[in-house]
């Protein structure tokens, strides 16, 4: 075995995993009622961006070999209600974040988030009945879509809500646009900084009634099972590190394209410990990303995705 890992060329030829910047995947958040790019205090090097700057940011990131971005809309108290109407007008923040992103990089492709914690008073994913809260993640995804996004992402864990999605899709002639389903999202302490990034904390009580279990791995499949059958496109697994076993799992048992999602918490952990200078940060989320490759993800939807874009495109 030692003689394969002898030289640079030898380990490169017998290498089994792969990184490249045709799977990355970088979340943006936009964020109404800000002039300039807001920093994330528990995200260094993340921003809420206004319309203008997300726009330009996207262009930057395409031309660094980012194929995609995941966005997320970041609202105004006084928007938020209890009905979460503000998720599906049609110009609303993130239909018009989706427009100027494709008026300025047709090519980038634009996959957004379909959530209601953002919109909803309370701040949790959904609403007090399971049929209003099906009917109100159609018509986002209908926002979303008609506004130009390749494909949405229901997050929200609401069994029922990628057959709703894609119903609604279909009923608006918008076929063409895809379903990146949150297919087995946990209840993880990882998501903290994000909630802060999205001002989606819920105000009350957790998410462990949507969410799934860490302790489950047997129904992540029923899970898969349910979101194919109602006609997802690709399957994600969330957080990623302390579960790529799930992501094993799914790629062998399933024949969709599995995306893994390196969430805020994972994000955070190294950049505070690279700046305290205890661990080599892009040694680290290189490592950590081809794990995630060798665990059989496809695709890396991860906050370093413009770094890594152009450390793998060598520049
Ligand atoms: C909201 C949503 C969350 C994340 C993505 N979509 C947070 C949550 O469920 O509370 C987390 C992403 C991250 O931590 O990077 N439905
Ligand atoms: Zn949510």
């Given at each position: 075995m030692a003689i394969n890992r002898k030289s640079a060329a030898s380990r490169a030829l017998v290498r089994e995993a792969r990184l490249s910047a045709d799977s990355l995947v970088m979340p943006l958040f936009v964020r109404s009622g800000v002039r300039a790019p807001t920093p994330i205090r528990s995200m260094p090097g993340q921003f809420q961006w206004p319309i203008d700057e997300l726009a330009s940011e996207c262009e930057t990131l395409f031309r660094g070999g980012v194929p995609a971005v995941l966005l997320f809309g970041v609202t105004e108290?006084?928007?938020?209600?209890a009905s979460a109407s503000a998720a599906y007008a049609a110009g609303g923040l993130v239909p018009r974040a989706v427009r100027a992103i494709k008026k300025a990089v047709p090519d980038l492709l634009v996959i957004t988030d379909v959530c209601l914690c953002a919109y909803t008073a309370d701040g949790h994913c959904r609403l007090p009945s399971t049929e209003a809260t099906l009917k109100t993640l159609g018509k986002m995804a209908v926002a979303h879509a008609a506004a130009g996004a390749d494909f949405v992402g229901?997050?929200?864990?609401?069994?029922g809500n990628v057959g709703a999605v894609r119903r609604s899709l279909d009923d608006a002639r918008l076929e063409g646009a895809g379903i990146l389903a949150y297919t087995v999202k946990y209840a993880s302490a990882l998501y903290g900084p994000f909630r802060e990034a999205a001002d989606s904390?819920?105000?009350?009580?957790?998410r462990r009634s949507y969410q799934m279990d860490?302790?489950?791995?047997v129904e992540a499949l029923r899970e898969a099972e349910q979101d194919i059958a109602q006609g997802a496109d690709i399957l994600m697994v969330k957080p990623a590190l302390g579960y790529l076993d799930i992501v094993h799992a799914l790629k062998q048992r399933f024949t969709l394209p599995i995306a893994a999602y390196n969430v805020s918490g994972e994000y955070a952990m190294v950049k505070a410990a690279a700046q305290q200078g205890w661990l080599d940060e892009r040694g680290v989320w290189m490592e950590q990303l081809l794990c995630m490759r060798r665990a059989g993800a496809d695709i890396l939807i991860t906050y370093w995705a413009k770094e890594a874009a152009r450390t793998l495109r060598g520049r």
């Open positions: 108290k006084k928007i938020k209600t229901p997050s929200d864990m609401t069994d904390a819920p105000a009350f009580g957790d860490p302790a489950n791995a």
